[in-house]
């Protein structure tokens, strides 16, 4: 259907609003205006690019979020890839599919969510397309960065004897998903780590530019179903201690009552937290940050992924890591 006259004008006036709000990066030649944009190369960096969809009812709900929180968790989700590779992120390109049931006040506040994020790390809001959906809203963010050359740090370089660690907590955000599934409300620290996660980026430089980790990747569809990919590029097995993962207070109250949570941790997903492994047995002693980094288990010769509990027993999570096709 031909767009009228009126709605060509408004789209590109929320264009020209939206580059507006995006400001300029100093590392850019031309940002949001023209055909592309344009980035002058630096001979000593690599440049890392990666890419996710967000689509409505399979990665959010209108109704569990505003639009500014959503806006913030889809920068974030993506810039938790540049910091899975221990780089520094730079340009992002947004892509938005938009159901008429969207107005332009709720477009606004998404973006803004979106630029706040992205600015806390520094990035820039580059480019983008615009277009109506007739069904769900859709969400597709590129996100470039740049580490110095050949130290980003990717899934294949763990060996045997490496202890794996995890920053932060588990489960969280699974935790407060299921509850919203079953119409719940959330603790307000368990809906904050589900809407609005934290991308890791200073912890990634910080171990890529002292090359303290061999493999790492950020957790998106649960540590058991990730950590598989290091182990698989990696060509390697592990053993997890199960009382070793790292939970916070309000995963561990509800956890008292119910002890089957603990899979939410191993295998729910979202927590967006890095994990990776290390030769040093005592990395925490090496790292100056305002976030706690655990050591889980350590990678064995023996391939597959074994969880153990105190008592040496086995331990089996009952729940699969999230895959969008099963
Ligand atoms: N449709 C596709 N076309 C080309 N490459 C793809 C496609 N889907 C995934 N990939 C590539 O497969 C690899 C693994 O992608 P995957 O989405 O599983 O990882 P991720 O983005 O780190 O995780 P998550 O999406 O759960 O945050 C990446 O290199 C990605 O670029
Ligand atoms: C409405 C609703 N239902 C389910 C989920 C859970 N979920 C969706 S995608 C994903 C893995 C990461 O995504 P990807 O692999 O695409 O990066 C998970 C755990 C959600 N967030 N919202
Ligand atoms: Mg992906």
Redesign the pocket.
Known sequence: MPLTKQKRLEEFELIRWIQQQAGNGAHLALGIGDDCSIQPQQPDRDLLT???LLIEDIHFKREWSNMFDLGRKSAA?NIS?IAAMGGTPQSVFLGIGRPKTIDDTEIKEFLSGFLAEIKTYGAVLTGGDSCGSPGPLMISVTVQGEVPTGDAICRQGASYGDAIYVSGSLGDSALALHQLQHGRQPDAYLKQRFHTPTPRVALGQELSKRHLATAM?DV??GLIADLGHILAASNVGAELNLDAIPLSAAFKRLLDDDSALIDFALAGGEDYELVFTSPLKDLDQHINLPLAVTRIGSISQQPGLHIRQTNGEPYHCRRGGFDHFS
Do not use: G, K
Request: hydrophobic fraction near 40%; glycine fraction near 0%; charge should be negative.
């Open positions: 990666s890419i996710d989700v890839d990747l998106s569809d």
